[in-house]
């Protein structure tokens, strides 16, 4: 149960991710994607498992019926087994992403608590905002223009420095 559980949430969190998440995704054929996945998954392992794919599948029926008891554990082990497994493996091919704490605070200049709120609501803290609309994105693309622009005047300023010194 455990290793069937495993590789059919695997195998659908895979495609979640690599449809509806990466760039470039596939866009509008994200749903029939995640269905076709679903339907594979569960023609394969749904004989031998149920084809449960979710923790809320197992405990649901376990809390209101008080049934399966004695297998639940393997059920919701192998599924979060399978979804860190599949977000490692999605953070190893794709990177960290913007939304990560320690990419975030580090591009953004941001300390650990508001690094922490981007990762959890997708939002840059208000201090970084102007009109309320930006998105992580936007503050990423701003910070890149700030840099280059830094980047302009040191070099050019050093320039005019070493005119200035050459001409005296």
């Not at 569960?42 to 031998?48: C, E, R, V």
């Not at 405990?59 to 019926?65: K, V």
């Not at 981007?118 to 930006?134: A, D």
């Amino acid at each position: 149960i455990f290793g069937w559980e495993l590789v059919m949430t695997f195998t659908l969190i895979s495609c979640v991710y690599a449809c509806g998440v990466a760039k470039p995704g596939h866009g509008s054929h994200t749903p029939l994607a995640v269905g076709l996945a679903l339907l594979c998954c569960a023609g394969a392992g749904g004989q031998y498992t149920g084809a449960s794919l979710n923790p809320a599948r197992v405990i649901g029926p376990l809390t209101i019926f008080a049934c399966g008891k004695d297998v639940c554990w393997i059920y919701i082990l192998g599924q979060v087994a399978a979804a860190a497994l599949s977000c490692s493996v999605f953070a190893f091919v794709s990177g960290l992403g913007p939304l990560n704490p320690y990419t975030s605070s580090r591009t953004l200049h941001l300390e650990w608590h508001e690094a922490m709120f981007v990762w959890m609501t997708g939002s840059p803290p208000k201090r970084l905002r102007h009109t309320g609309r930006e998105n992580v994105n936007d503050m990423l693309l701003e910070e890149k223009k700030r840099r280059i622009a830094a980047k302009c005047a040191s070099s050019g300023s050093g320039a005019r420095a070493s005119g200035a010194l050459g001409g005296a």
